[in-house]
């Protein structure tokens, strides 16, 4: 609940002036359609009064008063509905920025996973409700409660109490299920759909071993046994909206009953007249619809709040981790400090029984070229991560150009050290798009040069489009390797101290590989290179190899 | 109604024309479904007829109140029995009809959810059965498709079988049901609704045409923009490694705006449909009210048939006038679950296609039948005689003969594309020869290769390994039953080389892996999928498709001594051209691509 509300909050500072105008505006509608029943009956009763007794009544006023109500319900709905959606697609396109700023202020733990992204987008597409079904609606009805009780009170004591106490049903109602929002069903569900959608993934993905391993059909009752659990829980929930449906209709009608013999008594008593009578009763039949509203933003209550509170740890949790501070000697005496510096680094993944690497030292110098050398697993990679300050370590140091590597300015540590990693990733956008994030005021000459150095120039001209292909689904399919070239391309545009390429000729024929290689060897100038790698190819141009796996510790 | 008849005939003709060929995977209402959705909507609309009632009570009992306020009688017996009586008696009459009615709607909401719920599981069922069926070796929907059709698409089936079936029936009854009520009080009256009645459809759809093929665009953008934020923050890692983090984020915030000012000038069309139903059913509330009270002031005679309207009459009319356009405001509004519904129908019919014809070209269910046939407790020996194997049309094997002795360890390799997997996936079952005999232990493949798949090591050329984490992948090929001591897990990890990488993860077996865990590399995965087969210490062949593809040395040599370790006792099959592999004792047999498969028998 609390996170509701902060999202509340969140959306009426994003444009505090569009968050009152979506409510005023959406009274009128409701407004209007009240007033509507109540002044039809007071008319057509003070008409019949009028006609059996021959007494005048202005009739073109009430008549004129019906239709202006039906002009302004009906120009009141479009201008509330134009208003609320306008401000919640501001809201969130302001949410969307905002949690994507704080996914990238945060460090680069495995939380970002697909599955919590999905999960992610799903929710914020989820919070749209808050304002248009909850927000709105409370205040409508809050407003013409309180213009209610106002008239209620001037009509008599009896009927404000009659009034005052169906309200405070209403009221009761809506608090329950406030408090009863069951936020474990909503997760429950969320769940359940989730462990089907991977399931049901794998069971297309992985039909060889699953056919082997578990049995294909032991695959798809367990897909069941999700769509079961999702059924379970979400039961609950449809069958709390059915209640609430079924609750708010009845106290709309035990009102209707109950002010239809007070107004006949007050007619008795003579402390009302008949026409007011029945634009009473007629009054309280329209207010089920101005409750109504309110019922489908309660029944989707938990799934709301859900939302909210994941969006909200999202924006939180990944504010940013300050690195450890770790203890650095001074940037080493002399003209020309090695470019990259490792002393006694040692890292592990947290909750490791193993470290990954055990006090590692290396250092490379200015122009020179580095190859790290080992079996798959044995570290290689994690060099990469630490020197690109993706990964923190556990103990020693990292010098970069002489300074300490955890307090450079981002900008300044993007600017010296090009990484080219095993995994590059590339966006489902342009090719020119993909490049332009390395250097984005590349001229297209530029990055032709960098697809030629890459080897991939001709690919790109075989396709029509050229440099504005879109990769991906239904466009530019990549095989694995030309996604790599393309990666390097990108790393190609930039112009740091250090270049760290990671299994760079990967994918590459052996005619391809050594022709990139040279072309790279001549294009870096006097850049230093770590080279990470297990082919000889890219380790005999290296001045000098670190072996990793002569470590005893690794 | 109709249309939903129409659906029925349809898929009755279809049913008699298939009756075995086809279950429904579309998620569409059996007839028996389609019937009860219909008594449900019934309920509902008797729920709604009963207001009818209601209102007449109300409308009797308030009814005395204008000629009470002219007669000027004082309170007294008489005024109890004019006013009082009837009030109370339609006070208790309204709140005993209520009580009726909210049962009334609560079965028919419960009915109708129930069966929706149904229909979505049922479809799902279907598809995953049907996809269960399939042999793995036959071409099946990508596995973000497949997904997202099980989850979503289905999904969108239940709230249009929810709520539209309800609201279609309530539709095509209540309202008629009240303009014949109110016709019979006064029929200008029943005249002014049904003139702003059917008019409310006709705009409705005009303005609705216009705004749906844009809207459907606008979906379909909002969707590129989820997509796009995912994209970013997945490459977020690139982005950082190029210092592009503030520039991409100003980027996604301008295509935010685009986005917000393109949607609402769809939306402002779109909402012009909804304030058109609005528009009309105030004014035909208006104009009853305004005709009822000119009736009764005498400035209007016309409208009854013969007596003029009653004070009665014209509040009954009143009454019963926003009634008559409730149904068509729900109907619009789950309209929108109609098209979202019959989208997904679409969709699903076309994924059912796909499936179909998987199952269609290689059936698992064909080596199903004799479940009951055990396992081996010796090696078995594998003969293919003379076996011939068209699949898509292109011929595989044509007489190919080859012959693994019991324990013996032989090398298939060949050019690729000769069919050296296609000759691991016959043993498996996954294919079934059109001629000439495929033995394993002396029997043929479709009764041994579904007990035969629940006992071999088989490590496949991309092994999966799946959600879950280390130990429960490792446990998949075992009886589900088995306990297994964490000796037994470490024992085949190190068979596989990979005993140290499990321990380097963050925690341990316990590490979650697959798609929201710990990405593993190639390598990694293929040592893993190697233990994970090495959990069935009892089988008695092993089958291996490629297992250095792709490899460092040093991680090919790890897998090729956890294989050497793994053939003692064993009859093996391994398809490799990596010269490391063929370097394990065993007999080579090299395949020729694509007619005729010669038997060398090279000693390697």
């Known amino acids: 609940m609390r996170h509701v509300l902060r999202i509340m909050r969140d959306q009426y500072r994003t444009a505090p002036g569009l968050f009152w105008l979506g409510v005023l505006v959406a009274i009128l509608p409701a407004a209007a359609g009240i007033l509507l029943l109540g002044v039809a009956g007071w008319f057509i009763t003070a008409a019949a009064i009028a006609g059996l007794s021959g007494v005048f009544l202005n009739i073109f006023v009430p008549s004129a008063i019906i239709r202006a109500l039906a002009i302004i319900r009906t120009a009141g709905r479009y201008g509330e509905r134009v208003i609320t959606h306008d401000a919640t697609f501001r809201f969130l396109a302001d949410l969307r920025n905002r949690v994507f700023s704080a996914y990238s202020d945060g460090g680069t733990s495995g939380q970002r996973s697909g599955l919590l992204l999905n999960r992610l987008t799903q929710d914020i597409d989820a919070l749209d409700q808050i304002y248009l079904r909850l927000v709105v609606p409370a205040g409508v009805i809050l407003v013409c409660s309180f213009a209610l009780v106002l008239f209620w009170a001037s009509v008599s004591r009896d009927i404000l109490l009659l009034g005052l106490f169906f309200l405070g049903a209403w009221g009761a109602l809506t608090l329950r299920s406030f408090k009863r929002a069951d936020v474990k069903a909503a997760r429950r569900a969320d769940a359940a759909r989730e462990a089907m959608r991977l399931r049901a993934a794998d069971m297309a993905s992985g039909r060889r071993d699953l056919a082997i391993y578990g049995g294909l059909e032991n695959a798809a009752l367990n897909v069941l046994e999700a769509d079961r659990r999702f059924a379970d829980a979400e039961e609950t929930g449809e069958r709390r909206t059915n209640q609430l449906l079924k609750q708010s209709s009845f106290i709309g009608q035990v009102f209707l009953a109950s002010i239809l013999v007070m107004c006949v008594l007050g007619v008795m008593t003579q402390s009302l007249s008949p026409a007011l009578a029945i634009g009473l009763v007629l009054l309280v039949l329209a207010l089920p619809e101005l409750f109504g509203q309110m019922l489908p933003g309660l029944s989707r209550l938990p799934r709301m709040t859900l939302a909210a509170a994941r969006v909200k740890t999202a924006q939180s949790k990944n504010v940013c981790i300050a690195p450890d501070t770790i203890e650095a000697g001074p940037g080493l005496a002399g003209d020309k400090p090695p470019v990259l510096q490792f002393r006694d680094v040692t890292f592990r993944y947290p909750g490791a029984a193993r470290t990954v690497l055990d006090t590692l030292s290396f250092e490379v110098a200015p122009g020179e070229v580095v190859g790290v050398a080992g079996r798959s697993g044995c570290g290689k990679s994690t060099i990469a991560s630490l020197a690109s300050r993706l990964v923190v370590p556990e103990a020693g140091a990292i010098l970069v150009n002489g300074f300490n590597l955890q307090k450079i300015d981002e900008p300044d540590l993007r600017r010296q050290i090009t990484v080219l990693g095993q995994k590059p990733y590339l966006f489902n956008d342009t090719i020119e798009a993909n490049l332009r994030i390395a250097k984005k005021d590349a001229t297209d000459d530029m990055l032709w040069q960098a697809l030629e150095h890459a080897a991939l120039r001709d690919r790109v001209l075989e396709n029509a489009s050229g440099l504005q292909t879109v990769l991906g689904e239904g466009g530019l399919g990549l095989s694995g390797g030309e996604r790599r070239r393309l990666a390097l391309a990108r790393a190609l545009l930039t112009r740091p101290s250090l270049f760290i390429l990671d299994e760079m000729t990967e994918g590459l024929d052996d005619v391809i590989a050594a022709d990139v290689l040279q072309r790279f060897l001549e294009f870096k100038g006097s850049a230093a290179v770590l080279m990470i790698a297990h082919k000889r190819r890219e380790l005999d141009v290296a001045d000098r190899i670190i072996r990793l796996d002569q470590s005893p510790h690794a | ?604």
């Open chain 2, 1 to 604: 109604m109709r249309e939903k008849n129409k659906k029925n005939g349809d898929t009755k003709d279809a049913e008699r024309q298939s009756l075995d060929t086809s279950v429904d995977m579309a998620g569409r209402a059996s007839p028996a479904e389609a019937a009860s959705l219909r008594n449900a909507g019934l309920l509902f609309v008797v729920a709604d007829l009963l207001w009818i009632l209601q209102a007449a009570l109300i409308a009797y009992a308030l009814g005395f109140l204008p000629g009470f306020a002219t007669a000027q009688e004082t309170i007294g017996e008489y005024a109890r029995q004019v006013l009082l009586y009837p009030a109370l008696l339609a006070a208790v009459g309204v709140i005993l009809i209520a009580a009726i009615r909210s049962v009334l709607q609560a079965r028919a909401l419960n009915a109708s959810r129930r069966i929706a719920r149904g229909i979505e599981t049922r479809t799902r069922e279907n598809l995953l059965m049907s996809a269960a069926k399939g042999s793995p070796a036959a071409p099946f929907p990508s596995a973000g498709a497949f997904a997202s059709h099980v989850t979503e698409q289905v999904e969108l089936l239940g709230p249009y079988y929810r709520s539209f079936g309800l609201q279609s029936v309530r539709l095509r009854i209540v309202p008629i049901a009240i303009v014949l009520v109110t016709a019979w009080v006064s029929w200008l009256a029943a005249l002014i609704l049904l003139v702003a009645g059917p008019v409310i459809p006709l705009f409705m759809a005009l303005i609705g045409m216009r705004a749906k093929s844009a809207s459907a665009d606008q979906q379909e953008e909002l969707t590129r923009l989820s997509g796009a934020l995912l994209d970013r923050i997945r490459g977020l890692e690139t982005l950082r490694l190029f210092g592009a983090v503030q520039r991409t984020a100003t980027d996604m915030a301008r295509a935010g705006d685009r986005f917000r000012e393109s949607t609402m000038k769809v939306l402002r069309i779109a909402f012009l449909s909804s304030t058109v139903l609005e528009l009309f059913s105030a004014l035909g509330i208006a104009f009853c009210a305004v005709y009822v009270g000119f009736s009764l002031l005498g400035d209007i005679t016309i409208g009854t048939w013969g007596a003029p309207l009653s004070f009665t009459g014209g509040l009954f009319v009143l009454l019963l006038a926003p009634e008559f356009f409730a149904p068509l405001r729900a109907y619009a509004g789950a309209y929108h679950d109609r098209a979202a519904g019959i989208a997904a129908q679409e969709k699903l019919a076309l994924i059912a296609g796909e499936i179909s014809r998987s199952v269609n070209s290689g059936d698992l269910a064909a080596s199903e039948r004799s479940k009951s046939a055990t396992g081996f407790t010796t090696p078995p020996e594998i003969s293919f005689s003379d076996v011939g194997l068209r699949l898509g049309g292109r011929q595989v094997f044509l007489g190919l003969n080859l012959v693994v002795d019991p324990g013996e360890t032989v090398f298939l390799s060949g050019p690729s594309g000769c069919g050296k997997t296609t000759v691991l996936d016959c043993i498996l079952g996954f294919h079934a020869p059109q001629s000439g005999s495929v033995l394993v232990g002396g029997q043929p493949i479709c009764d041994t290769a579904a007990a035969l798949r629940e006992n071999v090591m088989w490590l496949g050329q991309e092994p999966r390994l799946f959600h879950g984490t280390v130990r429960h992948n490792l446990l998949k090929g075992l009886p589900p039953t088995t306990t297994v001591s964490d000796d037994a897990f470490w024992q085949s990890l190190q068979i596989a080389g990979a005993a140290d990488l499990v321990r380097r993860l963050p925690r341990g077996l316990s590490t979650q892996i697959g798609e929201d865990g710990f990405g593993l590399s190639v390598g990694e995965i293929r040592r893993l999928a190697l233990a994970r087969a090495a959990m069935r210490r009892d089988a008695k062949l092993l089958l291996a498709d490629e297992p250095t593809a792709s490899l460092d040395a040093e991680t090919a040599a790890d897998v090729i001594r956890g294989l050497e370790q793994l053939a003692t006792g064993r009859t093996v099959l391994i398809a490799t051209h990596d010269a490391e592999v063929l370097q394990m004792s065993g007999r080579r047999f090299v395949m020729t691509r694509p007619e005729r498969a010669l038997t060398e028998g090279l000693p390697a």
